[in-house]
């Protein structure tokens, strides 16, 4: 994806994965996963409110 941060100025492209859950055939939930070297630093690493012990997931 190419996207352009603010805090740069110019345009770079965002690598990641996109995850779609599905459940009686509609999409449920939809996961997206990016990384660059803009989101390195690791507070930008963590989805941010988002309930992921009340969605079923592993929060260890």
Do not use: H, K
């Amino acid at each position: 994806m190419r996207w352009t941060p603010a805090a740069r100025g110019a345009a770079e492209y965002l690598r990641g994965s996109e995850w779609y859950w599905f459940e009686d055939g509609l999409v449920r939930e939809i996961r997206s996963y990016n990384n660059n070297d803009y989101l390195q630093d690791p507070a930008n690493r963590e989805l941010r409110d988002f309930d992921c012990a009340g969605g079923g997931y592993r929060t260890d």
